[in-house]
Each structure stands twice: as structure tokens, then as C-alpha cells.
């Protein structure tokens, strides 16, 4: 047995550190060093203790998540940091506030402290799997010797893909992304013009709740209009349209009108939304005349959906491996060979740019709603606790829904 992952976990319920902790302690690659009840005490053991690996629990007393991980990004800007959050509008809010602080990524809470078990399984589900992806190196490591060892992953820059032909120019956009996807996405939207030729389409995996005040964020710091995408809605250029949480998102023909179709099928690559779901509708709605981006972010979803792409002529980016949160979606397209470029993050919008091409027709997106104008009519339903499959109702292009408040059946946040 080689090095363990060390892990600092900090919550003030008693409850929910034993249930962490002891999940944690249940793998032989974890090993859980310390615990902390706020903000405040937890930074002093994290001097003194040295972590590979924190877990903050966003409301607190004495200092609370969000002024934690401020301080925590003060005396260290790498060591990895796992929000627990609510599946609550407010532990929505909060906890993007936290990722555009520094934070890695985040689980949701065990909403049922009271059934010991079923807690556990959500915790060991979410959160073993995020821990380590975060540190491949010492999860690699600490594996069992019977294990087959990782192979180990290339430095970039790695091998592109070869054409025989040149690239059509793409008639939409789609881009995929999931651990360290929210900063790394917002990153690349806002050096994108409002007169953006093109529809965008993204999937990011993330739960209901938070993909719709995601889209709002977005909205706010992008030139671009962003909402949360609705069943049947009209594709159109120079609007972002966002998969919500528990859906996955395809872009079918109606007519002569690209429109977006949502549904729950199962989950792929144990997600839903799904980022291989979304780009093989694209295929099949615009052959190659698409341009696919591979964000940052944990497994290989994206994979499949940017071979069958590349088979149909069209052009693949993807984020490189050093600033990359989890090189784990991007490194998968990177190493089957099917993207055109592997880039750092901030070169990634010029790319965009450069390959959607001057001849691309611009137009003006629909004009922006404001709360005030949004009638109550285009809300969606709050769901009851059982959850159906109906598709959230569509609403007029201007204007934004708000999203159920169902916890996913599935998917891997």
C-alpha cells in the first residue's frame, strides 16, 4: 500500500462529519486526518495538518464556507476543495459563488441525516469518485498491487488528428464540460461576441436548481444571451442554450426550424444530462458542419459523441491537460485522437473565433427579459417529491423558466 489521499473534512453537524468521515475511512486509498467544525478552525489545521484533499460544508458558524475557501485560496491557490452543498436555491447560489472563489468542485448533502445508510451511499457515490479524480497521483498510488497499474497520462501538447480534407464551416456550437466546468466555461463565454453567428449549446453536469441559476450567471458576465434550454424551444444564433439539471439536451430538425428536445432517457457515462447525448444530435441535426469543445472535467463523456463528429468532417477542441481542473473529458477526446486542437483555456475562445470563421452570417440574439417583464405564466412547475417524466413546458425565446426543485434521479454531479 503506497500513500493515501489525506482528507480534511469540515462541517459543524456532527452527524454529517461521522457519516463523511467514516464513508472516507472505508477506502483503502482515503485517509481522513482531521475534522473541523467552521471555517476558522479548519484553516489552522490545514496548516498544520497538510491535506491533499478539503471538504466545506458551506453554512457554518464562526466563518462559513464561502469567507473559507476566500482564505483558504489565500495561503494555498491548488489544494483541492469539495463544497458540500443543499439542493436548495440558496445552497445553488452559494455554492457557485464558492466555485468562482476556488473552490474544485461539489457534492450535494445527504438530504435524509436520518437514514444512516442511504446517506452514506449518496456521500460514497458523489464524493469518493471527485476525491480522486482530484489527485490521480496519489489515488494512483494508493491502489491495491494486484490492480493493473494507470497507465500514465501524457504531457501535452499530445497528437492531433490529421485531415484529408478541410473543415466545413460549423453552423452551431456545442461544448461540454463537468469538474471545474463552471469557471473554465464562463471563462470562454465572455471573450465571445454578442453577434456570435452561431447557436451554442452546453452541457454541464450539474443537478435542477443549479443549472438554471447557472445559466443566470452566465447571462449576467456573458456578451451572449444564456438561458436554461426548454422542450421544443427554437434554436437560434448568438444565444447559449444550457442542458437542465436531470435532462439531457438534443437538438432535433422541425421543419426548417432547429429546435431543442429534452428528455430523461437513462443516464450515459452515469450522467444526465449528458455531453455524448447532446453532441450525437448535433451530428445527426448538422453533420459536420458543427464545432465541438471538450472542457475540463472528470470521465469520458464527450468522447463518443466527438469521434462520431470527427467521422462526419467536423472540428473538435479540446482544454489541455495544465488547466484543466480534472484532465478526465478532454484527455479522452485528446487520446482517441479526434481533436484538431488541444489548448489551454485561455486560448480557446480565439479558437472558437477562428474556426466558426469571418464568413459566418451574424445576427443579433433575441432581446433580453428582466424579471420584471417575465410573466408568471412561463414558470415551471414545481414538481412534487416523485418525480415524472414530464419535459419542463416551453416558453417564449425571450423569456426564462424557473427549474424544478427535484433532486436528479441520476447522473454524477
Not at 38 to 50: M, P, R, Y
Not at 79 to 86: D, G, N, R, Y
Not at 197 to 218: D, E, I, K, S
Amino acid at each position: 500500500m503506497g500513500p493515501r489521499i489525506r482528507v480534511l473534512t469540515v462541517d459543524d453537524s456532527v452527524v454529517v462529519r461521522r457519516i463523511v468521515t467514516d464513508v472516507l475511512a472505508s477506502d483503502p486509498a482515503i485517509e481522513v486526518v482531521g475534522t473541523a467544525p467552521n471555517g476558522k478552525i479548519a484553516l489552522d489545521k490545514i496548516v498544520q495538518l497538510k491535506p491533499d484533499v478539503v471538504t466545506l460544508d458551506i453554512e457554518m458558524p464562526v466563518m462559513d464556507g464561502l469567507e473559507a475557501i476566500k482564505e483558504i485560496r489565500k495561503i494555498d491557490r491548488k489544494l483541492p476543495v469539495i463544497m458540500f452543498s443543499t439542493l436548495t436555491e440558496r445552497g445553488a447560489t452559494a455554492t457557485l459563488e464558492a466555485l468562482s472563489s476556488g473552490a474544485s468542485d461539489y457534492v450535494t448533502k445527504p438530504a435524509n441525516v436520518g437514514s444512516v445508510q442511504e446517506s452514506m451511499d449518496s456521500v460514497r457515490e458523489q464524493l469518493i469518485p471527485k476525491i480522486k479524480a482530484l489527485v490521480p497521483g496519489i489515488a494512483a498510488a494508493a491502489a491495491p498491487v494486484a490492480a493493473a497499474p494507470a497507465p500514465a497520462r501524457p504531457a501535452t501538447p499530445v497528437t492531433t488528428r490529421t485531415r484529408t480534407s478541410a473543415a466545413k464551416a460549423p453552423r452551431a456550437l456545442v461544448i461540454g464540460s463537468s469538474t471545474g466546468g463552471p469557471e473554465a466555461l464562463s471563462a470562454v463565454l465572455a471573450k465571445l461576441p454578442a453577434g456570435l453567428g452561431v447557436p451554442v449549446l452546453v452541457t454541464q453536469h450539474m443537478p435542477p436548481v443549479f443549472t438554471r441559476l447557472y445559466a443566470q450567471r452566465l447571462d449576467k458576465s456573458s456578451a451572449l444571451r444564456v438561458v436554461e434550454a426548454t422542450d421544443g424551444e427554437p434554436v437560434v444564433a448568438g444565444t447559449v442554450y444550457v442542458a437542465p439539471g436531470d435532462f439531457h439536451m438534443e437538438v432535433v430538425r422541425r421543419g426548417p426550424q432547429m429546435v431543442i428536445k429534452l428528455n430523461q432517457g437513462p443516464a450515459e457515462n452515469f450522467c444526465r444530462p449528458a455531453v455524448d447525448v447532446m453532441v450525437r444530435s448535433a451530428v445527426a441535426a448538422y453533420g459536420g458542419e458543427l464545432l465541438a469543445v471538450i472542457l475540463t472535467g472528470m470521465g469520458s463523456d464527450g468522447k463518443l459523441g466527438c469521434k462520431a463528429l470527427a467521422a462526419a468532417g467536423g472540428q473538435v477542441l479540446a482544454q489541455d491537460e495544465a488547466t484543466s481542473v480534472v484532465w478526465g473529458m478532454p484527455g479522452a477526446v485528446a487520446r482517441e485522437g479526434v481533436a484538431d486542437e488541444v489548448l489551454p483555456l485561455g486560448s480557446i475562445a480565439d479558437a472558437i473565433q477562428r474556426r466558426l470563421g469571418p464568413a459566418r452570417s451574424v445576427s443579433a440574439p433575441p432581446p433580453r427579459a428582466t424579471a420584471s417583464t417575465t410573466p408568471s405564466s412561463t414558470t415551471r412547475t414545481t414538481p412534487s417529491p416523485a418525480r415524472t417524466s414530464s419535459l419542463p413546458p416551453a416558453r417564449p425565446p425571450a423569456f426564462r423558466p424557473a427549474a424544478p426543485a427535484a433532486r436528479p434521479s441520476q447522473g454524477r454531479w
